[in-house]
């Protein structure tokens, strides 16, 4: 069974550049998450999806920050502009349900440099 | 609002030695548990988690993590490390009960395993 993907794995942008990033949960998985480690600080959740539907987004930092999971199946969030300090590593997770402490299971992430 | 606090940033350690993380945690309501591990270029991977029941939880690869409610930790130890333990640990809470469980993560703690 494949795991959670993130693309692209790195990339490297100019401030002011838009970029968008794509994760594909696990097959059957209606629960995606988004997170974000920023300059080796803690990782902290972005928002969260159920199916197509945006469940809590209360993580988002701002309007320049768009997620988007057409069909319920990949979900792709989109930076723009981007600006220094969405530098970062942004991850994705998924889960089947959201049963208690149900486990999220993590892609490999991908890495933003904003320059 | 939950926090965690994971005390150690950096933890060296010899092969074939015992190592403990320390993870503290803060909330007003009950939370699960759960413990990470990012090992080099991969995704994060569940260790462990507690949920309910026995305050001693055994994970994969060896390790252990024992909740101490009164203390509101924890850590999580092995008692004989391998060069192939060395990666970033990261202890994680959810709200019990709260719908999405989504993750507060603390800042997570490098362990080099030296030969």
């Known amino acids: 069974e494949a795991g959670v993907t993130q693309f692209p794995s790195h990339s490297v942008i100019e401030k002011g550049q838009t970029v968008t990033l794509r994760c594909d949960p696990i097959?059957?998985?209606?629960?995606l998450y988004w997170y974000r480690r920023v300059m080796g600080k803690e990782i902290k959740f972005l928002l969260h999806?159920?199916?197509?539907?945006?469940?809590?987004e209360s993580g988002m930092p701002n309007n320049r920050f768009l997620a988007e999971r057409t069909g319920g199946t990949y979900s792709t969030l989109k930076v723009q502009p981007a600006e220094l300090e969405d530098s970062g590593v942004y991850f994705c997770?998924?889960?089947?349900?959201?049963?208690?402490?149900?486990?999220?299971?993590f892609g490999p992430g991908t890495r933003l440099l904003v320059l | 609002a939950q926090s965690v606090t994971q005390l150690d940033s950096q933890v060296p350690v010899f092969e074939e030695a015992p190592v403990e993380l320390r993870c503290n945690y803060s909330?007003?309501?009950?939370?699960?548990l759960f413990w990470y591990v990012q090992y080099p270029n991969q995704g994060l991977q569940l260790l462990l988690k507690?949920?309910?029941?026995?305050?001693l939880v055994k994970g994969i690869n060896g390790f252990e993590a024992e909740f101490n409610k009164s203390q509101t930790s924890f850590h999580l130890r092995k008692p004989s490390v391998h060069i192939s333990d060395t990666a970033e640990y990261f202890c994680?809470?959810?709200?019990?009960?709260?719908?999405?469980?989504?993750?507060?993560f603390g800042g997570g703690t490098r362990v080099l395993v030296k030969p």
């Open positions: 997770a998924s889960s089947q349900g959201v049963a208690r402490g149900e486990t999220q299971y």
């Open positions: 097959s059957g998985h209606d629960n």
């Open positions: 999806f159920v199916k197509e539907s945006k469940q809590d």
């Open positions: 909330s007003s309501v009950s939370v699960y």
């Open positions: 507690y949920l309910s029941g026995s305050t």
């Open positions: 994680a809470v959810s709200r019990l009960g709260a719908a999405g469980n989504k993750l507060t």
